[in-house]
């Protein structure tokens, strides 16, 4: 216990450091607070927009969290079905690879107009197609990456095809999709936020951050963008603790 | 052993051959004939790519031949597969890492369906064996490479399969593991009268553990000579200490000069003379 401690005094400390040589700054250089405002006024502003903010900070965070579920269940099922096909992963691959290569929000005003632009169907979309792609990679890798001897031991075993899956490739594969997870929840955030930029309701981060600075209320702006960067590490951290819960991710997959 | 007794393992007249028909084309495996009988200790023993392992493969029905049949205990090797007929065990430990030790040997009866209480009180009666009643809960990367390889031992043998394959399972060991592993792999086979079929790359190994020693020559993969071993008589302790006493006799020097003298042979390419050709012949 002591030493958790003793390991969260370093960040701390460069935290406060940080923020402290930010306000002197500002101060000290007489910087235009529209171009950087200082922490205390960015503090000040979350205080008074805390109604509009928590809200949403909420909205935008269900969307990314939704959307996080959806992309992580078509993931890794999805995996499971390709590598379960051996047919279907090479002629499937070279699509997923073009795919991933697309930048994903390029396509948010596609959505719009799929899924209607004031929907957050179009948003939700965004960050299923932002997550989805690395939990189904990493997924797929954890799934084929079994070590030979240990098929070859399920063989002489006469375990079946179901039961190499459920005992052997399952299990090998959690810590790769708990690594990709751990990766997939922040992206879930910047993609929703990305896409709220778009379009979909207004009552989100991504329209607040917009709107706020089209009106030169950037300590407001930036107020909402501290609410989204907690709301990323919320998730982030989430994830991580779920990746320590299983023991042997420690020596298993990648860290 | 008397005739009519059905061996343990019979290869007749097998080859393998990968990719056949193509232009990397490999002839692992060349007109090979052995026979185990029950009870024996046998070890293949050549330079590497002479197919010693696919041989092990083959036996255990995770490779079939391209010509010839194995019979393992009067069965078809598939249906010796099929009625878990063998225990196996490889140079990698192969532990499953979410299993603890306990639960890693009772994998085999799981999949065989035993009940819970039965695995239970077989795994426990197997960490006994290879001397680890206080690992049952450990994770198997919190335990030694030799720690693991015995856990994999006791997981081959969970099910008291009568043949054991075993594929430089100590290959990966120092030294002093080594022995120790090969004298504690002595006392169990001793214990369990288990048919044991070893592939290694060590002559002292080779010669130290085995009744008997196959020499093959690579490409293709040919049985070159068979060596009778005998050391001697058996030492009567369970103290795997004692047991290295055996490694310093007269018989053992003996016994390795002629298991490296047919080895040299294979790389002078002319043909073996140690041995008794008379159990390769088919």
Redesign the interface.
């Known amino acids: 216990m002591g030493e958790r401690m003793n390991g969260l005094i370093p960040p701390v400390v460069f935290g406060v450091a940080f923020l402290a040589v930010w306000e002197l700054a500002v101060v000290g250089f007489g910087i235009q607070e529209f171009l950087l405002p200082k922490p205390s006024s960015i503090l000040e502003a979350i205080g008074a927009d805390w109604s509009v903010l928590s809200e949403a900070a909420i909205q935008t965070g269900i969307i990314a969290v939704s959307g996080l579920v959806i992309g992580v269940v078509i993931g890794a099922l999805l995996a499971l079905l390709v590598t379960r096909f051996g047919r279907i992963g090479e002629a499937a691959t070279p699509l997923a690879v073009a795919l991933n290569a697309t930048p994903i929000v390029a396509l948010a005003p596609i959505f719009n107009a799929w899924f209607g632009i004031t929907s957050f169907r179009s948003n939700q979309a965004v960050v299923v197609a932002v997550v989805f792609f690395p939990v189904f990679i990493n997924t797929a890798r954890g799934l084929l990456e079994v070590h030979p001897d240990q098929l070859e031991l399920m063989r002489s075993y006469a375990a079946g095809e179901w039961s190499i899956l459920r005992r052997v490739k399952i299990p090998n594969a959690l810590p790769f999709f708990l690594t990709s997870l751990r990766l997939a929840a922040p992206l879930s955030v910047i993609a929703a936020i990305v896409a709220e930029y778009f379009g979909g309701p207004q009552n989100r981060l991504g329209p607040v951050i917009t709107q706020n600075a089209s009106v030169a209320r950037y300590d407001s702006a930036w107020a909402a963008i501290v609410m989204a960067s907690i709301l990323g590490l919320v998730l982030f951290w989430l994830a991580a603790a779920l990746e320590r819960l299983v023991p042997w991710t420690q020596t298993g997959g990648e860290g | 052993m008397m005739g009519e007794v059905t061996p343990a393992v019979t290869v007749d007249g097998v080859d393998m051959v990968f990719n056949a028909g193509s232009e990397n084309e490999v002839v692992a495996l060349r007109e090979i004939d052995v026979t185990v009988q029950r009870g024996e200790f046998v070890s293949l023993i050549g330079p590497s790519g002479c197919g010693k392992s696919t041989m092990l493969?083959v036996i255990?029905d995770?490779l079939q031949p391209t010509a010839g049949s194995v019979e393992v205990f009067g069965q078809a090797a598939s249906s010796a597969?099929?009625?878990?007929s063998?225990?196996?065990a490889?140079q990698?430990a192969?532990l499953?890492?979410?299993r603890k030790v306990a639960a890693n040997i009772e994998?085999?009866l799981?999949?065989?369906g035993w009940s819970k209480p039965d695995r239970e009180a077989r795994s426990r009666e197997m960490l006994k064996l290879v001397r680890l009643e206080d690992f049952a809960d450990h994770?198997p990367?919190q335990l030694s490479g030799g720690m693991q390889q015995r856990v994999a031992i006791a997981r081959a043998l969970s099910f008291q399969p009568d043949l054991l394959?075993m594929d430089e399972p100590f290959g990966a060991l120092d030294e002093m593991t080594r022995e120790y592993m090969q004298s504690e792999l002595l006392r169990i086979y001793s214990e369990l009268g288990t048919t044991v079929i070893f592939v290694t790359h060590s002559i002292p190994e080779a010669v130290y553990l085995s009744n008997r020693v196959v020499v093959l020559s690579p490409r293709p993969g040919r049985i070159h000579a068979v060596v009778d071993i005998d050391l001697g008589p058996p030492v009567e302790s369970t103290d795997s200490a004692k047991a290295d006493e055996i490694r310093e006799r007269e018989s053992f020097f003996e016994m390795t000069t002629q298991v490296r003298a047919a080895l040299r042979s294979v790389e002078a390419g002319t043909p073996g003379r140690a041995g008794s050709p008379g159990v390769a012949d088919g």
């Open positions: 493969r255990g995770l597969r099929q009625n878990r063998y225990g196996m490889f990698s192969g499953f890492d979410w994998l085999p799981e999949i065989g994770y990367w394959l």
